[in-house]
């Protein structure tokens, strides 16, 4: 150590060894900049760099080593060979590039094989050259300083270069620099404290120039390669760090876009000369498939072959969205909406198009259209589809001379069943009622729902009426076979009416009307039956329908009338009271009989109304009576289906002031027979508010004696049929005894009605029935002859 010392000190100049320093200082920083540039450099840019650094670290350590050897201040002139010196700096630049090129493989391990090259190379570089040295002197070495230059310039290089493998920093950088330029330097002045030079009596060698002057030289150039190298890393640097920030900033576009395109909903294609570049992942889930399984593929591959040609004629319009179908992965269809629009992708011209999927539209247009054409609750056609079917086969039967039916069917007892089961109960029927005549039709016939429990077929293409005939059998067959609606057995029917094309209307207004016409009379011959359209049901019918609109007219003025009926006591021969009939007497027909009207309006519903004003005419009358007398009024079962029915009735006491017990309400077998729980609910209501129940037409039914265990009637009413046969017929008359030991066995009044000679009335008495009515005891008369009747003393029995 004291040797290197003394040689640094005795043998050099102190200027050119702190300039060589600075030399070394400086390409070592410089190296290392070049270093970490070939590093961060890819492609054909890191060997470039790499030749960059080696040239720039070998020429420096070069410059290095001369300055110092111009330093170097002996006892004897020296020279240089140039040739050999020309060597020593081709070792420098090629070993130096070697060990930095094993650097640039990354890791601990090649910085550290690296750097051992980078000071063979400063090794090498530094021998050679003092072989080049000519002096007149023998040149000799102490070998244990030239082992100890080798290790310090190798252990310095090594240490430089792993202090930086894979890192950055100034900091790091400015120690490593110090690493490198001790490890060059330490190695020189080593090698040159190992050096020994005998004189000898050789020609001297003079100086090439001034030491001084010449190192200044050398360090310019050098220095200068130096800057130069130095200032192109920074420049580069600064311009890759640039471009590495955009090339950043394109990714994070792209990347922000490639995001923005996979969450889209709408499927995206970027194609360029008719082959895909690029889909977004909503475009593969569209077809089914794997983004990667377009790209390179023509566009038309996807499309479905029948929209090729157009797609392609499309492309003259591009900016106007069009709709096509493309191919999913399972081979099914994919109905979509395009549009295109022109960019640029990867400098070259490209299209890009929006992919819509139109399958929910589609899906509900199509929902949408069912609705308008079909029946919610059993999704057969309504009225229009029907309509507009029917159009088309009256105009196809018109041209080849085919056949048309329609057939009208209503169901039979439907409303007591919605009543009784509620709209949930009735909907279910309705559904089972579709599905049973689906399977009774034929394949080709059409079976709509008009409304409610309103059905219609449509029959083409089969022989008339024999094909009408057999499909009305299999409906009405089916319909009355019994229904299941929540484990409840349900029973219910149909009737049908039935219009051929042509012979009973051409048109198809006409033909429904007509079958409308014959369900009529379906119904008024019994139900659960079907009838073919006739001439003269369609007179009856608008007779049926004017004598509806009179009726109307007559509860808005005062065509109708109360007439009243006598009940009399056979016991004490005294009236005890009136049943109440209306009469309508017609201004054009004179008087209507209640057997034709009555019945018309249970049908259409007009006996609500009408019953409760004859019962409020009624009562208003009864209220002049003797408070002994009662009235009795009849109510219908359709009266029975309102469920205020026993409000309306109390109401109508209140306003006109008739005590409950005075009034007296007969029904028959049919109120319990359509909703018998509802019925002996409203009964139940009436009793409790102090008004009499009387059970007409007792006998005729087969289920009386059952309603007589289930609610306590005040009263049954012995069938005009039963008395008209007494005196000829002993089963008459041992029937009417039956009734009246029964009824007094239950503590029930009874009343035979339709009294009508003397002999009735005997065998009535001796059978002890308590009241009769008949015209035996008078007429029904208008409220003013019953009042004057009443007026009379003590009014009795005939006989």
Same mark, same amino acid.
């Given at each position: 150590?004291?040797?290197?010392?003394?040689?640094?000190?005795?043998?050099?100049?102190?200027w050119?060894?702190?300039?060589?320093?600075?030399?070394?200082?400086f390409?070592a920083?410089t190296?290392?900049s070049?270093?970490?540039?070939?590093?961060?450099a890819?492609?054909?840019?890191?060997?470039?760099?790499?030749?960059?650094?080696a040239?720039a670290?070998?020429?420096?350590?070069?410059?290095?080593?001369?300055?110092?050897?111009?330093a170097? %201040?002996p006892?004897?002139? /020296?020279?240089?060979?140039?040739g050999?010196?020309?060597?020593?700096?081709?070792?420098?630049?090629?070993?130096t590039g070697?060990?930095?090129?094993?650097?640039?493989?990354?890791?601990?391990l !090649?910085?550290l094989?690296g750097?051992?090259?980078l000071?063979?190379?400063?090794?090498?570089?530094?021998?050679t050259?003092m072989?080049?040295v000519?002096?007149p002197?023998?040149?000799s070495?102490?070998? *244990?300083?030239v082992?100890?230059?080798?290790?310090?310039?190798?252990?310095?290089?090594?240490?430089?270069?792993?202090l930086?493998?894979?890192?950055?920093?100034?900091q790091?950088?400015?120690?490593?620099?110090?690493?490198?330029?001790?490890?060059?330097?330490?190695?020189?002045?080593? #090698?040159?404290? =190992?050096?020994?030079?005998?004189?000898?009596?050789?020609?001297?060698?003079? *100086?090439?120039a001034?030491?001084?002057?010449?190192?200044?030289a050398v360090?310019?150039?050098?220095?200068?390669?130096l800057?130069l190298?130095l200032a192109?890393?920074?420049?580069? %640097?600064?311009?890759?760090?640039?471009a590495?920030?955009?090339?950043?900033?394109?990714?994070? *576009?792209?990347?922000?876009?490639?995001?923005?395109?996979?969450?889209?909903?709408?499927? /995206?294609?970027?194609?360029?000369?008719?082959?895909i570049?690029d889909?977004?992942?909503?475009?593969?889930r569209? @077809?089914?498939?794997?983004p990667?399984?377009f790209?390179?593929?023509?566009?038309?591959?996807?499309?479905?072959?029948?929209?090729?040609?157009?797609?392609?004629?499309?492309?003259?319009?591009?900016?106007e969205?069009r709709?096509? #179908?493309?191919l999913?992965?399972?081979?099914?269809l994919?109905?979509?909406?395009v549009?295109?629009?022109? /960019?640029?992708?990867?400098g070259?011209?490209?299209?890009?198009?929006a992919v819509?999927?139109?399958?929910?539209?589609?899906?509900?247009?199509?929902?949408?259209?069912?609705?308008?054409?079909h029946?919610?609750?059993?999704?057969l056609?309504?009225?229009?589809?029907?309509?507009?079917?029917?159009?088309?086969?009256? =105009?196809?039967?018109?041209?080849?001379?085919?056949?048309?039916?329609?057939?009208?069917?209503?169901?039979?007892?439907?409303?007591?069943?919605?009543?009784?089961?509620?709209?949930?109960?009735g909907?279910?029927l309705?559904?089972?009622?579709?599905q049973?005549?689906?399977?009774?039709?034929?394949?080709?016939?059409?079976?709509a729902?008009? *409304?409610?429990?309103?059905?219609?077929?449509?029959?083409?293409?089969? =022989?008339q009426?024999a094909?009408?005939?057999?499909?009305?059998?299999?409906?009405?067959?089916? @319909?009355?076979a019994?229904?299941?609606?929540d484990?409840?057995?349900?029973?219910?029917?149909?009737?049908?009416g039935?219009?051929?094309?042509?012979?009973?209307?051409?048109?198809?207004?006409?033909?429904?009307?007509?079958?409308?016409?014959?369900?009529?009379?379906?119904k008024?011959?019994?139900r659960?039956?079907?009838?073919?359209?006739?001439?003269?049901m369609?007179?009856?019918?608008?007779?049926?329908?004017?004598?509806?609109?009179?009726?109307q007219?007559?509860?808005?003025g005062?065509?109708?009338?109360?007439?009243?009926?006598?009940?009399?006591d056979c016991t004490? %021969?005294?009236?005890v009271?009136?049943?109440?009939?209306?009469?309508?007497n017609?201004?054009?027909?004179?008087?209507?009989a209640?057997?034709?009207?009555?019945?018309?309006?249970?049908e259409?519903?007009?006996?609500?109304?009408?019953?409760?004003?004859?019962l409020?005419?009624?009562?208003?009358?009864?209220?002049?009576?003797?408070?002994?007398?009662?009235?009795?009024?009849?109510?219908?079962?359709?009266?029975?289906?309102?469920?205020?029915?026993a409000?309306?009735?109390?109401?109508?006491?209140?306003?006109?002031g008739?005590?409950?017990?005075?009034?007296?309400?007969?029904?028959?077998?049919?109120?319990?027979?359509d909703d018998?729980?509802?019925?002996?609910?409203? @009964?139940k209501?009436?009793?409790?508010?102090?008004?009499?129940?009387?059970?007409?037409?007792?006998?005729?039914?087969?289920?009386? @004696?059952?309603?007589?265990?289930s609610? !306590?009637f005040?009263?049954?009413?012995?069938?005009r049929?039963?008395?008209?046969?007494?005196p000829?017929?002993?089963?008459?008359?041992?029937?009417?005894?039956?009734?009246?030991?029964?009824?007094?066995?239950?503590? /029930?009044?009874?009343?035979?009605?339709g009294?009508?000679?003397?002999?009735?009335?005997r065998?009535?008495?001796?059978?002890?029935?308590?009241?009769?009515?008949?015209?035996?005891l008078?007429?029904?008369?208008?409220?003013?002859?019953v009042?004057?009747?009443?007026?009379?003393?003590?009014?009795?029995?005939?006989?």
């Amino acid at each position: 150590m004291f040797d290197v010392y003394a040689c640094l000190t005795d043998q050099h100049n102190p200027w050119l060894v702190a300039l060589a320093g600075m030399i070394c200082l400086f390409a070592a920083w410089t190296a290392l900049s070049l270093t970490d540039r070939a590093r961060a450099a890819i492609g054909r840019g890191r060997p470039l760099w790499t030749a960059a650094g080696a040239l720039a670290t070998g020429g420096g350590i070069w410059a290095t080593h001369f300055v110092a050897m111009l330093a170097f %201040q002996p006892n004897v002139p /020296i020279g240089y060979d140039l040739g050999v010196t020309a060597l020593s700096v081709a070792l420098a630049v090629g070993l130096t590039g070697v060990g930095l090129g094993v650097n640039l493989r990354g890791g601990t391990l !090649p910085a550290l094989g690296g750097g051992g090259l980078l000071g063979a190379a400063i090794g090498a570089m530094h021998y050679t050259g003092m072989a080049a040295v000519r002096a007149p002197a023998t040149l000799s070495y102490d070998p *244990s300083f030239v082992a100890a230059s080798l290790v310090i310039g190798g252990a310095g290089a090594a240490a430089a270069l792993a202090l930086t493998a894979g890192r950055s920093g100034l900091q790091r950088r400015a120690m490593a620099a110090g690493l490198l330029t001790a490890g060059i330097c330490g190695l020189h002045f080593t #090698a040159m404290a =190992a050096v020994r030079l005998i004189p000898t009596e050789a020609l001297l060698v003079p *100086s090439p120039a001034a030491p001084t002057g010449l190192a200044a030289a050398v360090a310019a150039i050098t220095m200068m390669i130096l800057v130069l190298s130095l200032a192109g890393s920074i420049v580069d %640097q600064r311009l890759a760090t640039r471009a590495a920030r955009e090339a950043a900033r394109l990714r994070a *576009s792209e990347t922000r876009f490639r995001q923005l395109a996979d969450v889209t909903f709408e499927g /995206i294609v970027i194609h360029a000369g008719g082959r895909i570049l690029d889909v977004n992942r909503a475009m593969a889930r569209l @077809l089914g498939r794997a983004p990667e399984d377009f790209i390179g593929l023509p566009v038309l591959d996807f499309v479905a072959p029948s929209h090729r040609e157009g797609l392609v004629h499309a492309a003259a319009t591009p900016h106007e969205p069009r709709e096509i #179908a493309l191919l999913h992965a399972d081979g099914s269809l994919v109905d979509v909406e395009v549009l295109g629009e022109a /960019i640029e992708h990867d400098g070259r011209p490209a299209w890009v198009v929006a992919v819509r999927d139109l399958r929910e539209r589609k899906q509900a247009e199509e929902r949408l259209r069912h609705m308008a054409h079909h029946d919610l609750l059993t999704q057969l056609p309504n009225r229009a589809l029907f309509n507009d079917r029917l159009e088309q086969a009256l =105009a196809l039967a018109e041209r080849d001379g085919g056949a048309v039916a329609v057939l009208c069917l209503d169901l039979d007892r439907f409303k007591a069943v919605n009543d009784l089961l509620g709209h949930h109960g009735g909907d279910a029927l309705l559904q089972q009622v579709a599905q049973r005549l689906l399977r009774a039709a034929n394949d080709q016939d059409t079976v709509a729902r008009f *409304s409610g429990d309103e059905f219609v077929v449509l029959q083409t293409r089969v =022989a008339q009426p024999a094909g009408a005939e057999a499909v009305a059998k299999r409906m009405v067959a089916a @319909l009355g076979a019994p229904f299941d609606l929540d484990g409840q057995p349900v029973r219910i029917g149909t009737s049908i009416g039935i219009a051929l094309y042509p012979q009973d209307a051409r048109a198809g207004e006409a033909l429904l009307r007509n079958a409308d016409t014959a369900l009529y009379r379906a119904k008024a011959d019994g139900r659960g039956t079907y009838r073919f359209f006739e001439a003269e049901m369609d007179a009856r019918l608008q007779e049926r329908r004017r004598l509806e609109r009179d009726l109307q007219q007559a509860l808005l003025g005062e065509q109708l009338t109360v007439h009243f009926q006598p009940l009399g006591d056979c016991t004490t %021969q005294q009236i005890v009271g009136f049943e109440a009939l209306v009469r309508w007497n017609h201004p054009e027909r004179g008087l209507v009989a209640p057997s034709d009207f009555i019945p018309m309006a249970e049908e259409t519903g007009l006996i609500v109304p009408l019953g409760e004003w004859v019962l409020r005419e009624a009562c208003r009358e009864a209220v002049r009576w003797p408070s002994s007398i009662r009235v009795a009024v009849n109510l219908s079962p359709v009266q029975f289906r309102h469920a205020d029915l026993a409000e309306r009735v109390i109401g109508i006491l209140k306003d006109t002031g008739l005590p409950p017990e005075r009034l007296e309400l007969e029904v028959t077998e049919g109120v319990l027979i359509d909703d018998s729980a509802r019925a002996l609910s409203t @009964l139940k209501a009436l009793k409790d508010a102090g008004i009499r129940i009387s059970l007409d037409d007792f006998g005729t039914g087969y289920s009386s @004696l059952s309603y007589l265990q289930s609610f !306590p009637f005040d009263k049954i009413k012995i069938d005009r049929s039963f008395i008209g046969n007494m005196p000829t017929n002993e089963d008459s008359r041992a029937i009417v005894r039956a009734i009246i030991a029964l009824a007094r066995s239950l503590r /029930i009044t009874v009343t035979a009605e339709g009294v009508e000679t003397e002999e009735q009335l005997r065998l009535l008495r001796s059978e002890s029935c308590n009241q009769v009515q008949g015209y035996l005891l008078g007429r029904p008369a208008p409220a003013d002859d019953v009042s004057a009747r009443l007026a009379e003393p003590a009014p009795e029995l005939v006989g």
